[in-house]
């Protein structure tokens, strides 16, 4: 089955203690992106990659890392997780990233909460 | 940076009637994209439609595009109770930006 599949699916940390989260993808997509979700702030774009070894910040990319070391995978790094980090985070991939094959596909989903 | 803006922000209607849902944006786009999100989930693609288009259909689902007003609507006909959930607008960034951006999002209820 075509998926992304992000874990956890919730974690719960302290404050300064360096956490990943995982996001693999099995459709050989090019683009793959990392959003966080906020009430009353909707969707915002922490990172991008076009391909492998190719990353760009999106609009939050402040106190968080990425990397692509591999086509299929594309890991949130939080070196020192701050409270203002507690958000729904969702991974996505899309094989053009603005082509007509089908929009993005979504993971299911990382609730954190840092205290 | 937030590109499309939903309208309205919270529809409430009984199953059967049709859900109409709005989304308007700022700069000139080579598509937009319409998700939807079940509550606390992952979004899921629903349908894409293109500049040079002005109507598309997908099921029970109509989405029209006016480049001319920088809108879009999603119209979805027959609602049931599983059609209960948020939806999103989404558009490419400018010139030279390779993000996808999203809404705020219409929250739809569907009460049986």
């Known amino acids: 089955e075509a998926q992304v599949t992000q874990n956890p699916r919730y974690l719960i940390t302290v404050t300064g203690k360096k956490l990943t989260v995982t996001c693999s993808q099995n459709m050989n997509h090019e683009y793959m992106s990392w959003y966080r979700q906020d009430p009353g702030l909707g969707l915002r774009q922490i990172y991008y990659?076009?391909?492998?070894?190719?990353?760009d910040k999106g609009d939050v990319p402040e106190g968080y890392k990425v990397s692509r070391k591999e086509k299929r995978n594309f890991p949130l790094i939080l070196e020192s997780p701050s409270p203002n980090q507690t958000s729904l985070y969702f991974c996505a991939s899309s094989l053009v990233w603005r082509g007509p094959l089908g929009g993005y596909t979504f993971g299911s989903g990382t609730r954190l909460t840092v205290v | 940076s937030q590109q499309g803006e939903e309208d309205p922000q919270a529809l409430s209607i009984q199953e059967g009637e049709n859900a109409t849902m709005n989304c308007s944006y700022k700069?000139?786009?080579?598509?937009l994209q319409w998700y939807r999100q079940n509550s606390g989930r992952g979004l899921v693609h629903l349908i894409l439609i293109r500049s040079n288009e002005r109507e598309k259909h997908s099921g029970r689902l109509r989405v029209t595009l006016d480049t001319s007003k920088k809108s879009s609507s999603l119209l979805i006909t027959a609602s049931r109770a599983a059609d209960t959930a948020s939806y999103f607008c989404?558009?490419?960034?400018?010139?030279?930006?390779?993000?996808?951006?999203f809404g705020k999002g219409t929250k739809l209820s569907v009460i049986p």
């Open positions: 990659s076009m391909n492998v070894e190719v990353t």
């Open positions: 989404a558009t490419p960034g400018g010139a030279g930006s390779y993000q996808l951006t």
């Open positions: 700069t000139s786009i080579n598509n």
